[in-house]
């Protein structure tokens, strides 16, 4: 008489039920997963509200001038795409005599011209006068907190002959800002972008 034999492992399984057949374990783990992930990362579900001030608020200036455009372009906006200010003010100089080399004097400059925004994404400016000063605010106000982005910045353009290629001179009069200079026009150095001192919640006006 043999001995008997063990039963087989299939006696312990239990056959999968109809949920199962939809639905197997491993691809709910995922979609809960996802759930959660979904749930708890804000830049997948926004809230509607601008966030607390930090780096996706923090506002940056973009130089921009190609070699077939004598004018500049300026870009103030801020490194979320969706940041929204409460104002940007851009005071524009044309008065300075400055060729790249030397301080800037920011102190005696006229500012004779205003781009201003409320409520607004981004503020741009264009314009052909070599050289030019910026005078830039932007003020950023949300539930979570306030915060001011600041700077003076100078810009000259030298065409060098006969090559006819072109430099970019920048000098910053805001501590805190630090610029690149000289920069090749034509060799794809541009646009080239700034980020603006950040001054705390009290400086602007």
């Known amino acids: 008489m043999s001995a008997p034999r063990p039963p087989s492992m299939s006696f312990f399984r239990r056959p999968p039920g109809r949920l199962g057949t939809l639905a197997p374990w ?3 783990g995922v979609a809960v997963l996802l759930v959660v992930l979904i749930l708890f990362t804000p830049e997948l579900v926004s809230n509607g509200l601008q966030p607390s001030p ?3 608020t923090q506002a940056e200036l973009v130089v921009d001038k190609t070699v077939t455009n004598s004018s500049y372009h300026f870009y103030v906006w801020a490194l979320g795409e969706t940041i929204r200010y409460e104002w940007i003010s851009i005071g524009v100089a044309t008065d300075l005599n400055w060729t790249g080399t030397g301080p800037v004097p920011f102190a005696a400059l006229n500012w004779t011209s205003w781009h201003n925004g409320s409520e607004v ?3 741009i400016v264009s314009t052909s006068a070599n050289p030019v000063a910026l005078n830039i605010t932007a003020r950023y106000v949300s539930p ?3 915060a001011c982005y600041e700077g003076l910045l100078a810009f000259y353009v ?3 002959t006969p090559t006819g290629s072109e430099s970019l001179y920048s000098q ?3 501590s805190g800002i630090a610029v690149a200079s000289p ?3 034509s060799n794809d150095s541009l646009p080239a972008t700034i980020l603006l001192h ?3 919640s009290g400086s602007c006006p």
């Open 158 to 160: 030298a065409s060098t």
């Open 183 to 185: 920069l090749s026009v």
């Open 121 to 123: 994404l981004s503020v």
């Open 172 to 174: 910053s009069g805001t």
């Open 198 to 200: 950040d001054a705390g």
């Open 26 to 28: 491993p691809l709910v």
């Open 54 to 56: 930090g780096i996706r």
């Open 144 to 146: 979570g907190g306030n």
